[in-house]
């Protein structure tokens, strides 16, 4: 113990002093090996899982599965160095990873230039450079010179780095483009899936808005890019241990209320649904497509990449400590014990360890975090590609069906329905979770073909990089246009719009300028992982769908229909159109505390099998726990709210109902969890939403504005912004246009597209965004 603590003081030391010396370094590796060892061997028969067997919507894509590993090394490690020395000893093991990660960088540059091969690629990750060093420090553990590596903050993704410590993207070729724009030299779908250049000085970077997100921000390339971390509104979290364990005790030592019980005392619906008399259904679809654009937070996945068997009670020890399974009653009506001796628990996997270095827990966005129609245009370079045509700038299509859908998908192992109901490819792998959400992303890829044909008229010499470049730029327009424009109007109050810079300028206002590089645009997670998950609260069991003479001709069941398209394919009932008038006609839930039966019981059910589904309100509310979010007292503060000691001092924004209904559950108000408090909060006048929910929202979309260089209404330096009278044309767009122009039933619509009760008008009477003006 006396060298132990000798080897403690030394590092402190050496952190004070800023440096590090051989005793640091030496307890650092130790520590990783140790890690490395553990994680290897941990596990190493985890139940597989049959291709459909667990359905999930947040399946990790190749990158994300690459950082994992990585983040579990250094969630070890940080154990283990917590354990020994305590959290004092972090700052200088972040460096000595820095200095690791440098000495694998130069030792794989040289290699490169020794073997004249292009070993620092894009397709040499980090998670891989990281695992290689250690295994081969491992295998001579008395060599210390440099070799090691990285997690991704702790020096990046290997290969040659930015600013921030990530890896930059590969350098690609650009050609003269059109008029006031530079496009990538035109690729062909044989291409590997080549990014944009390195370098945010290089023109392209003035021009083009990249698929990830990278180089949006040119002081810090990565900043709120696909496969990068959140952030932490209040720079904390709940972590029992500080460091990644799951909140599992009450302020007063007991345990914590079950999630699954926690849903079913505060947030069942019960036998009377209440339905919006204002906000229509589509309110709710659109969030859901903004939620599919910016948020994709993956999860866990078992050590071959497969998806982990989280289901049962004692998967945390059996499987995987990514396990989080959340136990039901005993007493539960729909998952109910598996047998008199064994409970249920409802499966639920750890969000993916993005942990960048040592220290906390971290989870990541596999989305590009910015407004850019990721669900349409995918949020990485091969996504990208899967949805193009690479002729005259057109995305794919498929009509077999007799009317336009996206390509098939028929290896798509998630989708319950087979052949001939394949589910399709698009931007977004979620585009079949039900479907109601597929004719938003039909009606988009519509939108983005019908401009690129007007365009190949106007501009016949232009080559389908520049088509599709063009198109991709003004249709992400539109959609910030809609998002700021005539969603989040309805959503939240006057005050919170005005506070936070999120109403868009009328034409003939001139340029928003209020773009700020230091913002971080990031996405925090007490909004990913809680607040603008209200929209569930909206969804209705039932979805009607409605002719052109508005008569509704039949319903499906949300329950039934989850990850299965078969209701897309119903050419007799009017396809996705019938299905996109529904949401148009009908009433959203209102947001309150209550869920609909199938939001409750039923998500990912296998059809035939009974509570072979989650939960998706206790999978919302331990997800927060996962993530380490704060319980919901701590963000009163932020809006301004008073303090909270009492159950009393809650009830200026909570009914009493809601007051005495909490009781019910929680031993004490600061064990609420945040998503259940802001769901019950009482809504402000003009809004949907509570005031923290609202505040929350509020922050991230002004962040997503006001950090997003290429946000439409921007002028920026060296950025190629609309000029004033495009960005006056976009400032005209109604997405009631957008439907009119990409559907053949709907000829007059609501001036207001989320009002249930608005005026209906011509479609011809709303004008057309006028292309004229930006060639």
């Known amino acids: 113990m006396r060298i132990l603590s000798l080897l403690f003081l030394a590092c402190i030391s050496s952190t004070v002093l800023g440096q590090i010396n051989d005793t640091t370094r030496q307890i650092v590796q130790e520590a990783l090996f140790e890690?490395?060892?553990?994680?290897?061997?941990?596990?190493?028969?985890?139940?597989?899982?049959?291709?459909?067997?667990?359905?999930?919507?947040?399946?990790?894509?190749?990158?994300?599965?690459?950082?994992?590993?990585?983040?579990?090394?250094?969630?070890?490690?940080?154990?283990?160095?917590?354990?020994?020395y305590g959290v004092g000893i972090l700052p200088a093991a972040n460096q000595v990873l820095e200095e690791l990660n440098a000495g694998e960088t130069a030792s794989r540059k040289k290699r490169s230039v020794d073997s004249n091969s292009d070993e620092d690629s894009e397709d040499d990750s980090t998670a891989e450079n990281f695992v290689a060093g250690l295994r081969q420090k491992r295998q001579s553990r008395g060599k210390r010179q440099g070799g090691g590596g990285g997690g991704r903050g702790g020096g990046g993704r290997g290969g040659d780095r930015d600013q921030d410590g990530r890896k930059k993207r590969n350098s690609g070729e650009i050609t003269p483009g059109g008029p006031g724009s530079t496009e990538y030299s035109n690729p062909t779908s044989n291409q590997t899936c080549q990014g944009p250049p390195k370098s945010c000085s290089d023109p392209v970077h003035d021009r083009i808005r990249s698929i990830t997100g990278y180089c949006n921000n040119r002081g810090k390339p990565t900043q709120a890019n696909s496969v990068t971390s959140i952030r932490r509104l209040l720079g904390t979290t709940s972590y029992t241990d500080g460091l990644g364990a799951i909140r599992s005790k009450s302020v007063t030592g007991a345990a914590l209320p079950s999630t699954r019980l926690i849903s079913n005392k505060l947030h069942d619906e019960g036998s009377t649904p209440n339905f919006s008399p204002s906000v229509n259904h589509l309110h709710m679809q659109i969030g859901q497509f903004i939620a599919h654009d910016i948020i994709f937070m993956p999860s866990s996945t078992a050590k071959d990449g497969s998806s982990l068997n989280c289901t049962s009670c004692s998967s945390p020890t059996t499987v995987s400590t990514n396990c989080a399974p959340i136990p039901a009653p005993a007493d539960d009506k729909y998952f109910k014990p598996v047998s008199s001796s064994e409970a249920r628990c409802i499966r639920l996997t750890r969000a993916l360890n993005g942990q960048s270095g040592f220290g906390v827990r971290t989870q990541i966005d596999q989305n590009s975090h910015y407004l850019d129609m990721s669900a349409v245009y995918g949020s990485s370079d091969c996504e990208a590609r899967t949805v193009r045509s690479f002729s005259n700038g057109l995305l794919k299509t498929n009509t077999a069906s007799g009317y336009v859908l996206p390509p098939q998908a028929p290896n798509d192992t998630n989708c319950q329905s087979k052949n001939p109901y394949y589910c399709f490819t698009a931007g977004d792998f979620r585009n079949c979770l039900h479907p109601g959400l597929l004719p938003l992303h039909v009606i988009f890829i519509k939108e983005h073909n019908r401009i690129a044909a007007k365009v190949k008229t106007a501009q016949p010499s232009w080559n389908d990089e520049q088509i599709y470049q063009f198109v991709r730029k003004i249709m992400i327009g539109q959609w910030q246009h809609i998002v700021y424009n005539e969603y989040l109007p309805k959503l939240l109050t006057d005050k919170y719009l005005t506070d936070f810079n999120l109403k868009t300028m009328k034409p003939g206002s001139g340029a928003f300028r209020g773009y700020d590089a230091g913002m971080d645009a990031a996405l925090s997670g007490e909004f990913a992982a809680a607040a603008f998950r209200f929209g569930h609260s909206q969804s209705r069991q039932d979805f009607a769908r409605q002719d052109a003479a508005n008569k509704t001709?039949?319903?499906?069941?949300?329950?039934?229909?989850?990850?299965?398209?078969?209701?897309?394919?119903?050419?007799?009932?009017?396809?996705?159109?019938?299905?996109?008038?529904?949401?148009?006609?009908t009433a959203a839930m209102t947001v309150d505390r209550y869920f609909s039966f199938p939001i409750r019981n039923q998500l990912f059910e296998i059809r035939g099998k009974n509570a072979s589904g989650v939960d998706l309100i206790a999978v919302n509310i331990m997800r927060g726990r996962d993530v380490g979010l704060m319980p919901y007292v701590k963000y009163r503060s932020l809006v301004g709210l008073p303090a909270v000691n009492t159950w009393n001092d809650m009830s200026s924004t909570f009914s009493a109902a809601n007051l005495a209904a909490l009781k019910t559950v929680y031993a004490d108000p600061a064990d609420v969890d945040l998503y259940s408090g802001l769901v019950m909060e009482t809504p402000l006048a003009g809004g949907q939403l509570g005031p923290t929910a609202s505040w929350i929202i509020a922050e991230q979309f002004r962040a997503l504005k006001t950090g997003d260089r290429f946000y439409y209404e921007n002028q920026v330096t060296n950025t190629a912004a609309f000029t004033p009278d495009q960005i006056d044309a976009i400032r005209r767009v109604k997405l009631a246009k957008i439907f009119c122009e990409n559907t053949d039933i709907i000829t007059t619509i609501n001036t207001d597209m989320f009002d249930l009760n608005s005026s209906q008008v011509a479609c011809s009477s709303i004008p057309d965004i006028d292309l004229r003006l930006f060639f």
């Not at 947040?58 to 090394?73: C, M, P």
């Open 35 to 84: 890690a490395l060892n553990s994680v290897d061997s941990a596990f190493s028969s985890e139940p597989s899982v049959a291709d459909g067997e667990i359905v999930s919507s947040q399946i990790a894509n190749e990158e994300s599965k690459k950082l994992q590993f990585t983040g579990d090394v250094l969630e070890v490690a940080t154990q283990l160095l917590v354990q020994k």
């Open 553 to 585: 001709i039949g319903a499906y069941d949300l329950g039934y229909n989850i990850f299965y398209s078969d209701q897309v394919y119903q050419k007799s009932l009017g396809g996705w159109e019938t299905m996109l008038m529904g949401l148009i006609k």
